[in-house]
């Protein structure tokens, strides 16, 4: 009865957030980024599916969203497979290079270099993984010849873009990020470029056709790879050409949450957001946050409380499981919860919240320093999903970590290298230190939600820790409050962490202002430089109405993009 109610409200009937829900009968795509989006489209329009559609999606963004993603960065991809009913995991997050330690972010003196002093730093790059992703992705399930994958980017870069709000709006805010060389492309004789211009890519089209060419070992093992390692040690990098020739991404099995009689199918660590997300969902199922009025106090309350709660235990015991020992049944424990939730009060904001104690609730201890990572972290990335004819679901989240990732473009071949070691919580000894060939902690959340074993919600989004509160919001819009998709995507949306670093979108009323303020919320919008966008992360996803096979789309409203049903299949 609860899935009719939610399919029943997905039909447009001419209000203006219900019009950015789009349908289709037989495939579906939702990206950032309109120009990916239609590259999405049109694989599947030839016959291709949701794995061909994410893969031409991914390498159009790395065109026309560069500055979130890219060939020099990681990502992960939530699958699944409609015929063999199989839901997995594409691991293709980047990881440390081998001449990593523990006291990577610190200097001469032994002093923690300052947040955006190792965001730009060369010892920053991780071994990007995006692109091995891609290929693993494509040889277990692409069917389109991959040449019609890549060319649309290629054309993209090559024949040029028009650059939108949104690229003018982290120019102007993070052009001081940029090195020289990624200078010279966008912010030419020293003006960046504003909305209306080309943007043209001569040196990222090479390195694109270079990689249909020969294949992605180009980037691992050929000449694309000697560029990287070059580049780096002209900033005086550490990654070594090893360190790319033996990266490999991986096929793993998705870590499953629940939410009422919902089940969701998360990436799981190194990914620190589905466990968190799905400890977030386990506190607000039993807060009954659905018996609260959708624009109450209370629900916002809630929602930032709890957030700062399970972020809380994240950023104290989430890491590489190749490297420590995560308690998940205790974190997610019935009592333990129960525990959590006497942290949350109606009459005030907490002023402190620091993680609990799940070891005393297993055998076993901590082989690491319980200590909480107060760090700041990169707050961008991208997420774009696809759904095809024969109901396969592709869910991508990809980052370069920061904006423009490290700052540092490869010299001649026109991509962005990441900065995803600041994922890591620079303090030695910490659950989630830097180490040598360790995945650092990322919030990234693919999620695919089953109802009675069935699949009919695919969401994720980018913004760094953000992502949990948002995707979570998102869900609770459409299953306990029943809003159409792009109502729910639209719908305004709060964020808080354990260090009190609030931030909300406009569009919260004003008893609910005033309410929050007299908890001791401080409203300001100091948070704004943290990002090139309006709103808290960019939401897209996709419903599927498994009783009537239609599909309904949306996406968020801060960067340019796009949903766009399909219904007709090209038969040649």
């Known amino acids: 009865m609860s899935l009719k109610e939610i399919f029943h409200n997905q039909k447009p009937v001419g209000d203006t957030a219900k019009k950015h829900t789009v349908s289709g009968k037989s495939g579906m795509v939702s990206c950032a980024v309109k120009e990916a989006a239609i590259a999405g489209e049109e694989i599947l329009k030839q016959g291709g599916n949701a794995i061909d559609a994410v893969i031409a999606m991914q390498l159009a963004l790395t065109v026309v969203e560069g500055m979130n993603t890219g060939i020099g960065g990681g990502g992960v991809l939530t699958y699944y497979h409609a015929e063999r009913q199989e839901t997995k995991i594409f691991n293709g997050q980047s990881r440390a290079p081998s001449t990593v330690t523990p006291n990577l ?8 270099l300052p947040f955006d002093e190792r965001s730009t730093n060369p010892q920053s790059v991780a071994v990007p993984g995006a692109m091995k992703m891609l290929e693993l992705a494509y040889n277990t399930h692409g069917s389109i010849e991959f040449e019609e ?9 090559e024949e040029g873009f028009q650059v939108n709000r949104s690229w003018e709006r982290t120019l102007e805010n993070f052009q001081d990020r940029l090195g020289t060389e990624a200078r010279k492309l966008f912010v030419p004789d020293g003006q960046p470029l504003k909305e209306g211009d080309f943007l043209y890519q001569p040196d990222l089209a090479k390195s694109l056709r270079i990689i249909r060419d020969e ?8 000449e694309i790879g000697d560029a990287i390692i070059d580049t780096l040690a002209e900033h005086g990098g550490i990654m070594k050409k090893a360190d790319l020739e033996n990266y490999q991404a991986a096929i793993e099995k998705p870590f499953w949450g629940k939410y009422k009689e919902y089940d969701m199918a998360f990436p ?18 039993k807060l009954n946050i659905s018996q609260y009025e959708v624009h109450s106090w209370e629900k916002y309350h809630l929602i930032a409380e709890a957030t700062r709660v399970v972020l809380a235990d994240q950023q104290t015991y989430i890491g590489d499981p190749s490297f420590i020992t995560i308690p998940y049944k205790a974190l997610l424990a019935d009592e333990y919860i129960e525990e959590r939730i006497k942290l949350i009060d109606f009459k005030q904001r907490k002023q402190k919240i620091e993680a609990g104690d799940p070891w005393k609730y297993v055998q076993g201890d901590s082989n690491y320093k319980v200590k909480m990572d107060k760090s700041r972290h990169g707050m961008d990335t991208t997420h774009f999903t696809a759904v095809d004819q024969w109901g396969n679901i592709a869910a991508c989240t990809t980052s370069l970590e920061r904006i423009f990732g490290s700052g540092i ?17 620079p303090e030695p000894g910490t659950a989630n230190e830097p180490n040598a060939n360790k995945f650092p902690i990322s919030s990234k959340s693919p999620t695919i939600a089953f109802y009675k074993g069935r699949p009919f919600f695919t969401l994720g989004s980018p913004g760094a820790s953000t992502i949990i509160s948002s995707v979570a919001q998102v869900l609770l819009h459409v299953i306990d409050y029943k809003m159409n998709l792009g109502e729910a995507i ?3 949306r709060i964020f808080n962490n354990p260090q009190l670093s609030m931030e909300w979108e406009d569009g919260i009323n004003q008893e609910a202002m005033d309410k929050l303020k007299e908890l001791g919320y401080e409203l300001d919008r100091s948070f704004k430089k943290e990002t090139a966008d309006d709103r808290i992360g960019d939401v897209n996803g996709i419903l599927i109405d498994q009783e ?13 993009g796009s949903a766009i049903g399909i219904n007709d299949i090209s038969k040649t």
């Open 105 to 112: 972010f610190y200097d001469e003196n032994d002093e923690m």
């Open 149 to 157: 994958l890549i060319n649309p980017a290629i054309r993209l870069a």
């Open 215 to 222: 294949g992605f070992n180009a980037l691992y093992k050929g």
């Open 268 to 285: 799981a660590p190194p990914s620190g957001g589905g466990f968190t997300l799905a400890q977030l969902l386990n506190i607000l199922e």
């Open 409 to 425: 473009m490869v010299n001649g071949y026109g991509f962005m290298l990441n900065n995803d070691l600041t994922d890591f919580n």
């Open 490 to 492: 639209s719908e305004v």
């Open 548 to 560: 009537t096979c239609m599909l309904y789309g949306a996406a968020d409203s801060p960067r340019p």
